[in-house]
């Protein structure tokens, strides 16, 4: 099965930028997608891209700061982070599946494989 190994996190300051890298083993999933978790919170979806179409979606939190993209020949997708908030401090997970449920970022089950997780910390 697919590895995933997330980099690029640390800390930032509140209006700052942060680029999270996903290493994948193979890229042979339809969805891959951007998760995250803050303390004391569920796992929620951020962004997710379809691998065939390169079609986005994005969590209404993130929308017009987040961008999600993908290089197919790398195996790498990416997270590029602009214009970070306090309320963006998170573990962020990399995760690839290919259920139809993954459309729409709704949760997690459609998504069977995950990475080990990122800490990002934006402080004010």
């Known amino acids: 099965h697919v590895q995933l190994v997330e980099s690029g996190g640390g800390s930032a300051l509140a209006g700052g930028s942060v680029r999270l890298p996903c290493a994948a083993s193979e890229y042979t999933y339809n969805y891959m997608a951007w998760f995250r978790q803050a303390p004391g919170k569920e796992r929620e979806g951020v962004a997710r891209?379809?691998?065939?179409?390169?079609?986005?979606y994005y969590a209404d939190s993130v929308k017009g700061r987040f961008t999600i993209s993908q290089d197919n020949a790398k195996n790498m997708l990416y997270l590029q982070m602009n214009n970070l908030k306090p309320e963006d401090t998170a573990v962020y997970y990399c995760a690839a599946g290919s259920s139809g449920a993954a459309w729409s970022l709704q949760s997690t089950s459609p998504f069977a494989y995950w990475g080990q997780g990122t800490q990002v910390t934006v402080s004010s």
């Open positions: 891209i379809a691998t065939g179409s390169g079609n986005t």
